[in-house]
């Protein structure tokens, strides 16, 4: 994923304590699985002591901010099975920064590997999307993924009046509905073959709570109407063209409980058919690291100066690829620089209810076994 | 692997023909082991039909110069068991370039990769060491290696007289020997406990033959040799220190064909103990593609201005790590882009009988069935 707060490493060599609030959301997200990934361990069935026990983290990006996560499961999974070899799989797109990744994990940075600690342990990688087979079928033990499935296979349509399928409605948001439908299906149906009987899935997810509340929507000022409003000034202003201002979409669904847990409780879905099944759901907010900062110093000019890197490091490819081809690259990137500057601009004049609250779904699924 | 001619993406970019000459030599010392993996793949025993069949490159630098020999190994294992899921699991150091491997293993570059015309294959990478286990017990049914092994775990010594144990002699030639006995040993015993029964390793190595060729020394001038005359000339014209020549040793030895098979073949050793069995071996030799070139186009100047660079590739990190840290860095590298001008010169104005033939052993060693 693209994310820079899931990248840790690029922000860690910096060493200056930057790191650790713009990780931090993140890491705390992740981190808060620990005790269903605990759990979900103590639920799998015994397999052969010759077998290994796979573990994989799909969406890993450098997998800094989940190493403490794994460490714990393979603590887990070593204490109930002494015998098993342990394989961890990290997982991304094929443009991800594995080297970081595989420099994290062997202890090549200042962040605290876990694979010295552990004998009979292999870390491996693979750049197969969840969209697709990552594992020979039956060979997987438990799944873990956090943030990374609210990017769609493809996007469906563009929306005329907004930047998010949060913004959408009528038949564009119907288009998002059903590709996230389709995608979600897609993502379950691949990871029910990989599964081994009684195997389980931990998978964190943004989502659209119950109270509608979603990533950066939670009672302040909604993130994405933010986006959408200075990005329509600009077009208003002529900085950019009607046709770049719709362009501007990002191929991302938010999807409700309802829409995320129907396949796993519908016993007539394809997904209920290839025998997974929900155990557990609860929906989540983890605050905003920066706001929270915010709070603490009180100064407006840095809260705005730090914000705005996390927001643009997920979005700024998708608003790049909006603009005109027949602009030449600089302009584009000019255009784009001066857009994170209005957005940070506006949260320095007026930073109060700014602000990034996460809202995740954790989920714990279960293939039924044989 | 460090060497430039075995990362075929930085030059395929290129696009102009450089790449195929750069790559010319490691790829078709790979491509010959083709026949031998496909031999192999015919030996193996039958597992059950749901278990991988489970292929390692290790040492594969960016995939590219071993695409074909992959394709084929996949193609055999798939006509033998068409049941059989396959894994690839690519290895080398952690500061491999992996992200070049997964975008040319996942065709996002000129070169045409597998992978789209293989059903139930799965690309997994590893940033593990050869000295160490890669993959859990009993999981591997065929191990490859092309042109990896060579390099040592650590430096024994420093080799007063020389910048490569082929010129070494008395008790730091013996250090060497013996740490490449060690080394060999415990490559051999990892792969001992990797392999499934019955499963079997190709490792194409370069060598000292039965007539004492080896790599840059096959009839013409010996390149290591010229190596040390000219880092010699620098410490006598005072470019460099007495310690500074001291100290470049290459931490690479090249077994004779006796330490490569003599641990596969003495009853007694840990080796033969632990099940691995020799199955055939023979030495090759591939000519030097640059000094083909040069036969063809007789163009001196052409000829020095291509082969540099190839050498430079593999050896550049240990001649900077050669100077004192008390230089600034713009100075070793300095001193270091004169030495590399200097073969160059050399060969620019004489360059009869330059060139880097490959001199390999190509082993298959089986595990012995349960």
Redesign the interface.
Known sequence: MADQSKHAVNVAMRGDGYYSTVTKGAKDVIDSAIPLIIDAISRLPDRAP?L?FTFSDMGCADGGTSLDLVRQAIGTARARWPER?I?V?YTDQ??????S???I??G?TPLPSYLDQAE?V???????SFYR???????LDLGFSATAMHWLSRKPCDISDHIHAVGASGAELAAFAEQGRRDWETILLQRASELAPGGRLVLVNFVKDEAGRYLGNTGGINMFDTFNELWRRFAAEGVIGTEEYVRMTLPQYYKTVDEFTRPLTDTGSAVYRAGLRLEQSETRIVPCPFAAEFRRHGDAARFAREYIPTLRSWTESTFLGALSPDRPAEERQGIIDRYYRAYEDLVRENPANHGMDCVHIYMTIAKADA
Chains 1, 2 share one sequence.
């Open positions: 010759a290994p070899p394989s799989v094929p443009r991800n920064d594995f080297n990744l595989f420099r994990v062997h090549l009979d292999y870390v491996l990688a693979s750049a197969t087979r990552i594992l020979p079928a039956a060979t």
